[in-house]
Structures are given as structure tokens and as C-alpha cells.
């Protein structure tokens, strides 16, 4: 039995940082762990041009506590007005590793989101010249469409429409939560790649109702049914460099969870890699773990692995029940769980 693992240093493809005084309680969280981190750009107002992009990086890395190595790699937050131009340029001069595609309405700050993705024909297309990565919240959001069916229903109207017309678009189908995404993205070129989060390989949509409703099991995309969950966790741990680790880490003050209208988002960050390794091991797949963490990743994006390492320990520990980090008391995902893996660094 493995009871002790050292692997490259993992890098989260998606992370909720925030802004001011939360941004400062969290972002210690997943410097911990990750060297590097992709950035949403949901905050209010968006990050939408590559000098809002410049001042956002200015203050995460002020915000990271002394003696931690992080980078936070920007994206561009999309809407019908995003300008071609600025994008590229900003991408360019490494201001921006990727844009993201937000459809408007779809989740926490994404009112100022596309609309319609023709709006943005011009920016994907000099997006799709230049390299640029598109990073896409993959469902659609008519009233009409289930919840539970919104992922798939963008695969087929929006996204696969989409690498028709532009079919050099390199694009990373964000924390995926389906089966028929998991197929998509197995089958498209090797332009396309998915995020998989540690909280839709642990839990299908039962969650959110065990014994009440459970606030702190809804995110969006919403949890699945458990043949969704399988399929994610067959893809996760089946050494397929298209799919790699990207945590959707949300912090959200536990009253805004708690409430009439509670926020969608998990907070994942502080035991994210314990929570990946845990599915490895119940699949037998502790040594698919580093490729998925920390090597398919930066291969997708183009850039280097880590030269650093960090080490997790078989060792029982229990998941604190909340965690004050100043700006808010958050309750963190596997709460009160016991987990048989620890990162001690």
C-alpha cells in the first residue's frame, strides 16, 4: 500500500480567487498547493480588458502570503463588445493566458456574459490565429432547458456549431459534469480539453438533497445523476492527457450560502489535492495521478511543467466544519469528512 506520494507541482486550470479582503483570506489556500493558477475574471466589475487583467495580477500577487511560490495566469472575460485587438495583444505580451467564455446568466457574475455566441464571431476567430485559449462555462441558459440538461444542449447548439466554424479554436470545456461532455471531448481534435473538479467526481446530485436541502453541495454546472459521476471519474483517472485537474474553488460567505437564494460554488481549495487523490486511489489509479495534476495541464496550455515537487502523506484528518479566513467564515467541501490523504508540502 502507497502511504507516501511526491509528484511534480499541480497547477489549478480554474480557480475563484475574488477580490480585496476575501481575495487576501483565500488566495493563500491555493498558492499552497498549485504553482500556477487560471484566473476567472467574474468579479464585479469583470476583468474585460488586458490592463484590468494587469491590475487584477498586481493585486493577487500582492495578496500571496510571504515564502509561497504562486503565479496567477489572467483570462479575459468575454462579452458582446469584447475587442479582438486588445485581446490578442494582451495575450500576446503575456498578459492573458486564455479568455473565457461566460454565457450571460449562468453564473455567479456572468450577467455582463454573451448573449449570443455569434456576437463574438470576430474575437474567436483572431483568438483561433493567434492561439489563444478559449475557456468556455459550458451550458446554456433559456428558461426553457432543464437545469440538468443545460450542458448537454450547449454541446449541441452552441459548441459544436462553434469548432465547425472555427475548427483551429483551442478550447478547454470547463469543470465538465457529463457523460455526453466526457464523449464530446474524447472524440473532438486536439484542440479540445476539459477541467474536471474534485466536488463532480465525489458527488452526484443527491447531494444537494441529503435530508434537506444542502447548500453547500450546489455549484454550477449542478451535480449530476451518478452515471454522469462515473463517467467523470472513469475519465479523470483513465490517463487521457485531455482531461486535466481544474478545482471551480468558489468561496462564498456561509451566510450567502444559507440563504433564501443561496450563491452557487464550492469551496474546494484548502484539501483539493487530498480530494483528487482520494478518487485515484478508490479507482486504482494512484499512478495516473501526476499526469492529470500536474502534467496535462501545462501540455494543453503550451507551457512547462513544475520543477518543484510536493509531497501527500497517508494520513486520517478531519476536515474542519468552517474556516474564518477574515473576510468570512467559509465552509469548505468534505466539511467534517475524514480524509485519509494530507499535503504536508
Not at 44 to 49: A, K, N, Q, R, Y
Not at 63 to 69: D, T
Not at 205 to 217: D, E, K, L, Q
Not at 290 to 298: Q, V
Amino acid at each position: 500500500m502507497t502511504t507516501q506520494l511526491t509528484i511534480r507541482r499541480p497547477d489549478d486550470w480554474h480557480v475563484h480567487l475574488r477580490d480585496g479582503a476575501m481575495l487576501a483570506g483565500v488566495v493563500g489556500h491555493t498558492a499552497r498547493q498549485f504553482a500556477r493558477a487560471i484566473v476567472m475574471p467574474n468579479l464585479s466589475p469583470p476583468v474585460t480588458t488586458a490592463e484590468a487583467a494587469r491590475a487584477y495580477r498586481e493585486r493577487i500577487v500582492a495578496a500571496v502570503p510571504a515564502g509561497m511560490n504562486f503565479t496567477p495566469l489572467m483570462t479575459a472575460y468575454l462579452t458582446n463588445n469584447s475587442d479582438p485587438a486588445d485581446l490578442v495583444q494582451g495575450f500576446r505580451e503575456g498578459v492573458f493566458t486564455a479568455a473565457k467564455l461566460y454565457p450571460a446568466g449562468a453564473t455567479t457574475n456572468s450577467d455582463s456574459g454573451v448573449t449570443d455566441i455569434m456576437h463574438i464571431q470576430g474575437a474567436l476567430e483572431a483568438m483561433a490565429e493567434a492561439g489563444m485559449p478559449l475557456c468556455i462555462h459550458g451550458e446554456v441558459t433559456h428558461a426553457s432547458v432543464d437545469v440538468f440538461d443545460r450542458e448537454a444542449v450547449f454541446i449541441e447548439q452552441v459548441l459544436e456549431p462553434l469548432l465547425r466554424r472555427i475548427p483551429l479554436l483551442r478550447v478547454i470545456f470547463e469543470h465538465i459534469t457529463t457523460q455526453e461532455a466526457v464523449q464530446f471531448v474524447e472524440a473532438a481534435g486536439d484542440n479540445v480539453a476539459a477541467t474536471i473538479t474534485p466536488q463532480h467526481l465525489h458527488i452526484n446530485r443527491n447531494a444537494m438533497f441529503a435530508g434537506g436541502i444542502r447548500p453547500h453541495a450546489y455549484c454550477l454546472p449542478v451535480a449530476k445523476r451518478e452515471k454522469h459521476r462515473l463517467a467523470l471519474r472513469k475519465a479523470a483517472t483513465g490517463g487521457n492527457p485531455k482531461f486535466f485537474l481544474g478545482t471551480d474553488s468558489a468561496p462564498h460567505a456561509r451566510e450567502a450560502k444559507e440563504s433564501a437564494c443561496g450563491c452557487a460554488g464550492i469551496y474546494n481549495s484548502p484539501f483539493a489535492l487530498e480530494s483528487y487523490l482520494t478518487v485515484f486511489e478508490d479507482e486504482g489509479a494512484i499512478g495516473q495521478f501526476e499526469d492529470f495534476a500536474s502534467r496535462f495541464g501545462p501540455a494543453f496550455y503550451g507551457l512547462p511543467v513544475n520543477e518543484e515537487t510536493v509531497t501527500l502523506e497517508r494520513l486520517e484528518h478531519e476536515v474542519p466544519a468552517s474556516i474564518d479566513v477574515g473576510a468570512a467564515e467559509l465552509v469548505p467541501f468534505h466539511a467534517g469528512e475524514v480524509l485519509h490523504w494530507k499535503f504536508i508540502g
